[in-house]
Nanobody
Framework: VQLQASGGGSVQAGGSLRLSCEVS????????MSWYRQTSGKQRELVAT???????SYADSVKGRFTISRDNAKNTVYLQMNNLKSEDTAVYYC????????WGQGTLVTVSS
C-alpha cells in the first residue's frame, strides 16, 4: 500500500496551496480518506475527512478555508487550502481508513506572515 502526498511548499499568509495524495494497493473507493497535520512537539491533528460516500468534515480551525475532495477514478484525495495562516504551518499527512489505517509520508507546508 502506498500513499504518495505532494503539493506542499512555502507560501505567504493569505495564499493557497493544493495538496494531493495518490493511493495505490487498496480499493480506494472503499476507504474514508483524511488529512492530518503535525508540528514539532505536538500530536497529529485531524484536519479534514471525506467518507466513501463523499461526506466531508473539518476541524474548526480550517472550516471555510480548506476543502477536501476525492477522485475515485484517479485514486487521489485532495486538500485545497485557501487563506493560509502561519498556524497552518505543519507536515501534512494523508490517511486511508477502513479496518486498517494507512499513512502517507507527509508533505511540508510552510506559511510565512
Amino acid at each position: 500500500v502506498q500513499l504518495q502526498a505532494s503539493g506542499g511548499g512555502s507560501v505567504q499568509a493569505g495564499g493557497s496551496l493544493r495538496l494531493s495524495c495518490e493511493v495505490s494497493g487498496i480499493i480506494f473507493s472503499g476507504y474514508a480518506m483524511s488529512w492530518y497535520r503535525q508540528t514539532s512537539g505536538k500530536q497529529r491533528e485531524l484536519v479534514a475527512t471525506i467518507t466513501r460516500g463523499g461526506m466531508t468534515s473539518y476541524a474548526d480551525s480550517v472550516k471555510g478555508r480548506f476543502t477536501i475532495s476525492r477522485d475515485n477514478a484517479k485514486n487521489t484525495v485532495y486538500l485545497q487550502m485557501n487563506n493560509l495562516k502561519s498556524e497552518d504551518t505543519a507536515v501534512y499527512y494523508c490517511n486511508a481508513n477502513q479496518l486498517f489505517n494507512y499513512w502517507g509520508q507527509g508533505t511540508l507546508v510552510t506559511v510565512s506572515s
